[in-house]
């Protein structure tokens, strides 16, 4: 059974760092497209970044130059590195898998057939 399990959100500041991880167990993560997803009360959830089996990243244009994804084969472990926090990073973030090698086969959440229980970050001003 696949699980994936995020820890490391929390309360800042804005401007700080906050590193957000996702343990899988289950399967073994590193051939799969792996993704981090963020949601706020009434609006969808919307992807944040996505990393393919061979490691090429992806991120929405809100994140790109502050936000890095990155993963630990040996720990079966997908990482999400948050710096220059603002406030309108607030939300509910999740990891998840697709059944697919690249992630250009998974451009949507509902391409992402397992989720974490999600994680939550609050970014003060």
């Known amino acids: 059974q696949v699980q994936l399990v995020e820890s490391g959100g929390g309360s800042v500041q804005a401007g700080g760092s906050l590193r957000l991880s996702c343990a899988v167990s289950?399967?073994?993560?590193?051939?799969?497209?792996m993704g981090w997803f963020r949601q706020v009360p009434g609006k969808e959830r919307g992807g944040v970044a996505r990393?393919?089996?061979?490691?090429?990243?992806t991120y929405a244009d809100s994140v790109k130059g502050r936000f890095v994804i990155s993963k630990d084969s040996a720990k079966n472990t997908l990482y999400l590195q948050m710096n220059a926090l603002k406030p309108g990073d607030t939300a509910m973030y999740y990891c998840?898998?697709?059944?697919?090698?690249?992630?250009?086969?998974?451009?949507?959440?509902?391409?992402?057939?397992?989720w974490g229980q999600g994680t939550q970050v609050t970014v003060s001003s």
């Open positions: 998840a898998a697709a059944g697919f090698k690249s992630c250009r086969y998974a451009p949507w959440p509902t391409d992402f057939a397992y």
């Open positions: 289950g399967v073994s993560y590193s051939g799969f497209c």
């Open positions: 990393i393919s089996a061979d490691g090429t990243t």
